[in-house]
């Protein structure tokens, strides 16, 4: 391509959102992985953790949207509002797209009951919000599959920065919390911490 025009500037909206959206889904992710079962960091009182989180996920969230949205718009390929929406129905790359659906939908699950968090019981809200450390992936297996770009260059580079990354914070939580616990005990603590506990 030659540029940026009129025809081709829904193109890179969507392109260019998508990446971004997944850089910031990483980070909110990490950071949800880093934060112990306190809400803290080291170094950083709880108030600026919560706001980072939730801050980082908006910006996340209105990424997305704009991901989706232009990606909706644009002429190039005939993708509908249902396609984003509902998964592998499109008539374009439908498994790829399917699982973008997927990872939306997970998405739209963690922020509705974030919004009404004080009106629903802590576990019901903590459930759901383990989904997206499903909806991560699932995330990341779309972006890499529905986008040639992602498949080699720098951006593929950025892609596996991102998922070493969380990958790694993850495996970290798990040791931390492994080693904290006796010997005998370690198992169920494995266990408990993958789900949820």
């Known amino acids: 391509m030659s540029g940026i025009t009129a025809s081709t500037a829904l193109w890179y909206a969507s392109r260019a959102t998508g990446i971004i959206s997944l850089v910031l889904l990483s980070g909110v992710v990490l950071l949800g992985i880093a934060v112990d ?8 009182p709880r108030f600026a953790v ?7 996920s908006l910006i996340a969230v209105v990424f997305v949207a704009v ?9 190039y390929v005939s993708i509908s ?3 984003a929406v509902i998964p592998f129905v499109s008539s374009y790359e439908p498994f790829w797209l399917g699982l973008g659906a997927v990872s939306l939908d997970l998405m739209a699950a963690v922020i509705v009951t974030s919004l009404v968090r004080s009106r629903i019981p802590r576990r019901a809200w903590r459930a759901v919000h383990w989904l997206s450390y499903g909806l991560y992936p699932v995330a990341v297996v779309h972006s890499i599959g529905s986008s040639t770009d992602l498949q080699s260059g720098w951006l593929l580079a950025v892609t596996v920065f991102c998922v070493a990354a969380v990958a790694g914070a993850a495996v970290f939580r ?10 005998s005990g370690r198992v169920a603590t494995a266990l408990g911490e993958a789900a949820g506990g």
């Open 37 to 44: 079962r306190q809400g803290r960091l080291p170094g950083l």
């Open 50 to 56: 919560t706001g980072l989180h939730r801050n980082l």
């Open 67 to 75: 991901h989706v949205v232009s990606a909706v718009a644009d002429s």
């Open 81 to 83: 509002l249902a396609a």
């Open 174 to 183: 798990l040791r931390r919390s492994l080693m904290a616990v006796p010997r």
